[in-house]
T-cell receptor, first 109, second 111 residues
Framework: KQEVTQIPAALSVPEGENLVLNCSFT??????LQWFRQDPGKGLTSLLL?????REQTSGRLNASLDKSSGRSTLYIAASQPGDSATYLC????????FGTGTSLTVIP | EAQVTQNPRYLITVTGKKLTVTCSQN?????MSWYRQDPGLGLRQIYY???????DKGDVPEGYKVSRKEKRNFPLILESPSPNQTSLYFC??????????FGPGTRLTVT
């Protein structure tokens, strides 16, 4: 069974700092990996989707990388802002989806 | 506007009283699924459907039923809810781009 781990569980950084969130998974037989953002009491918003054949995807200040062979993905956030405060989740897709438990990010003004 | 809708958003019920949570998407997606989210456990897939009349169990299907009679709708049925099914439930759909879109969530409390 696929297991997805996100480290750290919580992170607090000053505004303007660049940061990296980590996601690891145990089974490399995946179709894709997706990063989400979840605000308290809200649903999930898709940030980036990386297909299994891709190495990275970028959207604005966000960059996600995927190393399928080592079972790792990173989400890089540049020049963090207080509005980036949220929980970030990664999910891997075989036929089923498996989610990590998330990294709770706080950006301090 | 492309979206996944769920109803109700909040539900408080008693043990054993059958309930249905509806889910609908307007993106003509073939893949739909249900998740529950619990503190410390994250999101876990309950059931998924790859197309009309095709459903499969996820990681935690016990105590739940689903049906997929139309492409746009994927209701979640709890025949006899128990307190351990108190949770936050999300419906999601996925199109050919493989990107998942989530509904706003249904907070269920079973007393």
């Amino acid at each position: 069974k696929q297991e997805v781990t996100q480290i750290p569980a919580a992170l607090s950084v000053p505004e303007g700092e660049n940061l990296v969130l980590n996601c690891s998974f145990t089974d490399s037989a995946i179709y894709n990996l997706q990063w989400f953002r979840q605000d308290p009491g809200k649903g999930l918003t898709s940030l980036l989707l990386i297909q299994s054949s891709q190495r990275e995807q970028t959207s604005g200040r966000l960059n996600a990388s995927l190393d399928k062979s080592s079972g790792r993905s990173t989400l890089y956030i540049a020049a963090s802002q207080p509005g980036d405060s949220a929980t970030y989740l990664c999910a891997v897709n075989g036929n089923q989806f498996y989610f990590g438990t998330g990294t709770s990010l706080t950006v301090i003004p | 506007e492309a979206q996944v809708t769920q109803n109700p958003r909040y539900l408080i019920t008693v043990t054993g009283k059958k309930l249905t949570v509806t889910c609908s998407q307007n993106m003509n997606h073939e893949y739909m699924s249900w998740y529950r989210q619990d503190p410390g456990l994250g999101l876990r897939q309950i059931y998924y459907s790859m197309n009309v009349e095709v459903t499969d169990k996820g990681d935690v299907p016990e105590g739940y039923k689903v049906s997929r009679k139309e492409k746009r709708n994927f209701p979640l049925i709890l025949e006899s809810p128990s307190p351990n099914q108190t949770s936050l439930y999300f419906c999601a759909s996925q199109g050919q781009s493989y990107e998942q879109y989530f509904g706003p969530g249904t907070r269920l409390t079973v007393t």
